[in-house]
Each structure stands twice: as C-alpha cells, then as structure tokens.
C-alpha cells in the first residue's frame, strides 16, 4: 500500500515559502455580487478572534507555490486551476496555519483520460514528524471512476487509508469536498455527506493530530507509478496539460501563530459549535450507507495488517 508522501513538501523552497507569512484574520462578506474583505493585520494587536473566511478570494488567502506558470488564479481571485504536463505538475498553499477547523473546497477534477494524476486538497505541518489529513483523487482511464484516498498521518505515521468511488461524475461539475478538524474527530465530507470519521481515541492509546498547525495545500502531480491500478496504466502524455479547478474555498477556523498562539479563546465554542461537533446518528446513518456503497478499501480490513495486528482505533468501529 502506498505511502500518501507530497513530496512538494520537502522542498527547502516549499517549507520557507510557507512558513513566514504575517498572521491574517480575514473576514468576507458578500453584498450583492461583489465580495468586501476586511483584513486586519495582528502584528501588534494582541486580539484574538476566530477567523471565518466566506466565499475566499484565492489572491488574499493563498499563494502559489509551485508549477512555473502551471497554476493561476482566475476570475478576479474567484478560481484556481492546477495544470500538469510531462516536465512539471503545480500546487498552492494557504498563507495562514490553523490549529482546527472546517475547511471546504469546491473541485472539479481532471476529464477524461486521467490515469496516472493525482489530484490532492489536504491539511499538513511540516517536518518527519508532521500531522496530515489527506484528500487525494487518483485519476483512471476515460469511463472508469475517481477514486477517492483518505489518509491520516499522527506524528509522522500514516497507514490508516480508506478509498471511495463516488456517486457522481467528478469532473462534470464542481463539488465539494470538507474537513471538519476539531479535539473530538476529523470528519470527511463530499457534498455535505460524511464518508469517514477518525476519532480523538487517545484514552486508547491512538495519537491524535491535535498540537501541530497546519496549512491548506492542493496539488496536481504525476503519480503514475501507483496511482491507477497499483501503476499498471501510467499516464498519457499526449492527452496534456491536465487541468484541475477549485473553487468556492471556505474556512471555519482557528487561525495559528507563533507569537500568538490560537486565535480561539476558551469560549470560542459557544460561537462555533464547528469546535465541538461530532457525528449524530443520521451522520453515522450516512457513513454506513457510503462505506457499504462505495468503500472500496479499508485499512482495518486489510488482511496483511490484520495479521501484525488489528490498530486498536479499528476495534472500536
């Protein structure tokens, strides 16, 4: 089983680019058709609120960070595409860290014959030892289906994939695709559906990502080598460049900084009850009619890891 490693990550060049922005809280409000953004730079402001982002401009909340032209921002900062051709895929990350949240993103996915890409939208520290919670969209020949890898990395380990078809044409239309990253849980989300849940089972003795900031990252890059059919179909390079779009980007969030630390106060709850929601009984309702339907790989039953031992958070679903 592969291991879910974004390489754009260990690039020197990456890690400084991404770790030295100022902190920003950012709030947008739609008013007729255009948005207003309010920022408020907290250099020397020792307030702290939670940061909630609406209808994101993608010029004011991310940057670019790799890909030589490959990925652009569009339409006044309403769109991003990522573009990937045979010398080079393409990525952005957000300016800002966060310490819990609920992030959505729209995407619509590469058409066609996309067997080798791998499209990713995620949440990721830095460093051997980071915390990561995974969104990947493996690309397949022209009529096969998406396949969508969740993973969890906790301190640098990850190995708990679980893998999905969708319900639907991913690359037809946008849709949208959240994370809800809370002390409780990280839950996965298509459309408003819940596909995973992995809960804060440290009583257990699982390690939870709860102490590490992380950014917003999405790529688009050549992962042929496992990507479609475990790499027995490698990607047609005459069907480049592949394009992937976002969009709609939303956040719900604690924003970090390391003088400042959260930007949530202790009653941060009352006013986002993002903070401690968990999985009611519809939510579970609706997990199990996903898993039962489109699952088509899980860890917890992988038969090889079952021998070395069942991971004790799969004892307890």
């Known amino acids: 089983m592969h291991f879910s490693l974004h390489q754009i990550l260990l690039f020197p060049s990456f890690v400084s680019f991404c770790s030295n922005y100022p902190l920003l809280y950012l709030s947008h409000?739609?008013?007729n058709?255009?948005?207003?953004?309010?920022?408020?730079?907290s250099l020397c402001s020792g307030e702290r609120t939670v940061v909630t982002t609406f209808s994101s401009n993608f010029y004011q909340d991310f940057?670019?960070?790799w890909?030589?032209?490959?990925?652009?921002?569009?339409?006044?900062?309403?769109?991003?595409?990522?573009?990937?051709?045979?010398?080079?895929?393409s990525g952005f990350c957000s300016k800002n860290e966060y310490l819990f949240g609920k992030f959505d993103m729209q995407l619509k996915l590469v058409p066609g014959n996309s067997a080798g890409t791998i499209t990713t939208y995620y949440l990721s520290s830095v460093g051997d030892t980071r915390d990561e919670i995974d969104f990947e969209f493996l690309g397949n020949l022209s009529g096969d289906p998406y396949i969508v890898h969740t993973n969890v990395y906790t301190q640098g380990k990850a190995n708990r994939e679980q893998q999905?078809?969708?319900?639907?044409?991913?690359?037809?239309?946008?849709?949208?695709?959240?994370?809800?990253?809370?002390?409780q849980s990280i839950i996965f989300y298509v459309d408003g559906t819940p596909i995973r849940e992995f809960k804060n089972l440290e009583s257990k003795g699982v390690p939870f990502p709860k102490n590490q900031a992380m950014r917003i990252i999405s790529t688009l890059w050549d992962g042929e080598n496992w990507a479609t059919r475990g790499g027995?179909?490698?990607?047609?390079?005459?069907?480049?460049?592949?394009?992937?779009?976002?969009?709609?980007?939303?956040?719900?969030a604690c924003v970090w900084s390391s003088s400042l630390g959260s930007s949530c106060s202790s009653n941060s709850s009352e006013n986002q009850?993002?903070?401690?929601?968990?999985?009611?009984?519809?939510?579970?309702?609706?997990?199990?009619?996903?898993?039962?339907?489109?699952?088509?790989?899980?860890?917890?039953?992988d038969i090889k890891r079952i021998q070395q031992g069942l991971p004790p958070e799969c004892l307890q679903y």
């Open 164 to 183: 999905f078809y969708l319900w639907f044409d991913p690359t037809k239309d946008f849709h949208t695709y959240s994370i809800l990253w809370n002390p």
């Open 67 to 89: 890909g030589d032209g490959r990925a652009k921002i569009l339409n006044n900062g309403e769109l991003v595409t990522l573009s990937l051709d045979k010398a080079s895929g």
């Open 63 to 65: 940057d670019i960070t």
């Open 273 to 301: 009850p993002w903070l401690t929601q968990i999985i009611d009984a519809e939510g579970e309702a609706r997990i199990q009619w996903v898993q039962k339907n489109y699952m088509i790989y899980n860890y917890c039953n």
């Open 232 to 252: 027995l179909v490698k990607t047609d390079w005459s069907q480049a460049p592949f394009t992937a779009s976002f969009s709609n980007y939303n956040a719900q």
């Open 33 to 41: 058709s255009f948005t207003v953004l309010l920022v408020t730079l």
């Open 29 to 31: 409000f739609m008013a």
